[in-house]
Nanobody, 116 residues
């Protein structure tokens, strides 16, 4: 059974930082592309960042230079370091795992709220 469990969300002031984690089980983690998505009520779920099995990364324009995605294959965990947070970053953040012919699998999400 595949499980993706996000953690690290919370309330932070504008300009602050948070580090999200997504722990995976039930998959060969090192072979998976891992993504972070976010969603606000009434809107589509949008990709924020992605990291391939080889370590290549992608970032949405809105987070370039502020967010960093990384992975620890020994711990089956992907991270999203979020710096210089803005109110517009407020959303539920979801972890996603996929590779050709496998998945996608989703976590349950973690709320990030940026507010003073």
């Amino acid at each position: 059974q595949v499980q993706l469990v996000e953690s690290g969300g919370g309330l932070v002031q504008p300009g602050g930082s948070l580090r999200l984690s997504c722990a995976a089980s039930g998959i060969i983690f090192s072979r998976m592309t891992m993504d972070w998505y976010r969603q606000i009520p009434g809107k589509e779920r949008d990709v924020v960042a992605s990291i391939g099995s080889g370590g290549s990364t992608f970032y949405a324009d809105s987070v370039k230079g502020r967010f960093t995605i990384s992975r620890d294959n020994a711990k089956n965990t992907v991270f999203l370091q979020m710096n210089s947070l803005k109110p517009d970053d407020t959303a539920v953040y979801y972890c996603n795992a996929h590779r050709i012919g496998v998945g996608p699998f989703w976590g349950q999400g973690t709320q990030v709220t940026v507010s003073s």
